[in-house]
């Protein structure tokens, strides 16, 4: 469902960019309209941005994630698996010995 929603602000800022470059070579006489557009469809991508990171924290976006041990590898048994609290980003470091 959020890539429809993201497809159709696309499309909108697609279209008001695209009324902009018609103006531009004056194809057509549009107003306000594509700035509109433009306006609307980029905030409307930003907005979805923002909400399909949400679950991300800022700290995990920089790499920064808060890693807990959940398991140990079934493959490898001298392997934990780690799992970031905050986005769910999993890892598997090797103990040595
Ligand atoms: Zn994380």
Known sequence: ??????LAA???FTAGVMLLLADLVDVMDVSVLQYL???AG???LAVISLVSKKEKSLL???GLH???RTGWDDEMPSAAIYQCDQCGRRKRVVKAG
């Open 1 to 6: 469902m959020l890539e429809k929603n993201q």
């Open 10 to 12: 696309a499309t909108v």
């Open 37 to 39: 557009l433009i306006v």
């Open 42 to 44: 980029g905030a409307a």
């Open 60 to 62: 995990c976006r920089v």
């Open 66 to 68: 808060k890693y807990n």
